[in-house]
């Protein structure tokens, strides 16, 4: 099952425009990490946030974290066209000696120029 | 670029059949994972090797077996392929337990 779900499904602004995604998770974690995935290619970490931070940047990247409400956000300021992409959020499972992340299924931006 | 390799790109078989899909990790990454990415599942956590040895299984079937050999890089074997099984499979490596993961580029499997 999803532990990451990701609000909205998908989401398609005008270039220049701030884009925020959320996503929400069940069980408590360690960390909480963003990655990009290009239409068919390899996922590309974005950022990683731990459960005692509460925000975090990178760049044109703001991440916020709310481990009472088992919830996160990306904001995208200022989009680009090569920002087009689908957004996916991943936790780790916080239990001992494991150590796959498990990813919600995604936000698909779209960016229009 | 990001270090980790996947052969082969793209795979078309048929039903019944068996498939091994390759990784090599980024040079020094001691864990190994593989995810399935479909359109209806999303991407799900297969398996985690580390140094060798199998440290996490996530939604395995039973069809299908990983290895990870002492030079690191590791296989995913799939078997009895059905239609279902038509999917982008990804490995992945990372320096640390709970870090950043790097990901291939993928395996695009599609079983006619």
């Known amino acids: 099952s999803q532990q990451g779900e990701e609000d909205p499904q998908a989401l398609s602004i005008q270039e220049g425009e701030n884009a925020t995604m959320n996503c929400s998770y069940k069980t408590s974690i360690n960390n909480l990490q963003w990655y990009r995935q290009n239409s068919g290619r390899g996922l590309v970490h974005l950022i990683l946030i731990r459960s005692n931070e509460r925000e975090k940047h990178s760049g044109r990247l703001r991440v916020t974290l709310d481990t009472s409400k088992k919830s996160s956000s990306l904001l995208i300021t200022a989009s680009r066209a090569a920002d087009t992409a689908s957004y996916f959020c991943?936790?780790?499972?916080?239990?001992?000696?494991?150590?796959?992340?498990?990813f919600g299924k995604g936000t698909h931006l779209i960016i229009q120029p | 670029d990001s270090g980790v390799t996947q052969t082969p790109k793209h795979l078309i078989t048929a039903t019944g059949q068996r498939v091994t899909l390759r990784c090599s990790p980024r040079s020094g990454d001691l864990s190994v994972y593989w995810y399935q990415q479909s359109l209806d599942q999303g991407l799900q956590f297969l398996i985690q090797y580390y140094n060798g040895e199998e440290r996490a299984k996530g939604n395995i079937l039973e069809r299908f077996s990983a290895q990870q050999f002492p030079d690191l890089h590791s296989e995913l074997n799939l078997s009895s392929l059905e239609l279902g099984d038509s999917a982008l499979y990804f490995c992945?490596?990372?320096?640390?337990?709970?870090?950043?993961?790097?990901f291939g580029e993928g395996s695009r499997l599609t079983v006619l």
């Open positions: 992945a490596s990372s320096a640390r337990s709970g870090g950043e993961l790097f």
């Open positions: 991943a936790t780790d499972a916080f239990r001992r000696g494991a150590d796959g992340l498990t």
